[in-house]
């Protein structure tokens, strides 16, 4: 068998192919992407710490204080929505912090001073439980939409907070 030799075809640069620029049907250029911020630029960061106070019952309460005021200066420095939301977490989280101390402070101290019987536990020195407990399901609610607004580059703010940490000017 003999084989004939290969013939090589003189070398030539590879062809890219020509593609038209996207445009839509009526001949309109496609507009630019709406701009999204980079990932982590928007605070959330701040606001899912507080998901710490479901972690252990009262002390997870103070942990996702703590750390939600602790974190702002770190948060702060990603951009202006990210110090918006840095800042109303730590505020929330300073004032959920407060009432994660004095609300339960205060039923015991109620419960000491006055030494209820059992018939007396429907009265109204159980009120700082109850209002304990209606802040931290506002918490849930608040920290919750709080990462997903974050998340999604705006600002959420909460009007009530105690405004520990101000703008500055």
Do not use: C
Not at 69 to 76: D, F, L, M, N, Q
Not at 155 to 165: D, G, N, Y
Request: zero cysteines; hydrophobic letters at 50%; glycine letters at 8%.
């Amino acid at each position: 068998w003999h084989m004939p030799p290969a013939q090589s075809a003189p070398e030539q640069a590879p062809q890219t192919p020509h593609y038209p620029a996207p445009s839509y049907p009526s001949g309109q250029p496609v507009p630019y992407p709406a701009y999204a911020p980079p990932a982590g630029s928007g605070g959330g960061l701040s606001w899912a710490l507080g998901f710490l106070a479901y972690a252990f019952p009262f002390v997870g309460a103070i942990a996702a204080g703590i750390s939600m005021a602790s974190v702002y200066r770190t948060v702060a420095r990603r951009g202006v929505i990210a110090e918006e939301n840095a800042r109303s977490a730590a505020n929330w989280g300073l004032t959920f912090l407060l009432a994660t101390i004095v609300l339960p402070s205060t039923q015991l101290i109620l419960f000491a001073v006055v030494k209820p019987s059992s018939d007396e536990l429907n009265s109204p020195l159980i009120a700082p439980f109850v209002i304990y407990l209606l802040i931290a399901a506002l918490h849930a609610v608040l920290t919750i939409t709080g990462t997903v607004r974050a998340s999604t580059g705006r600002v959420f703010r909460v009007p009530f907070a105690i405004p520990f940490i101000r703008r500055a000017r």
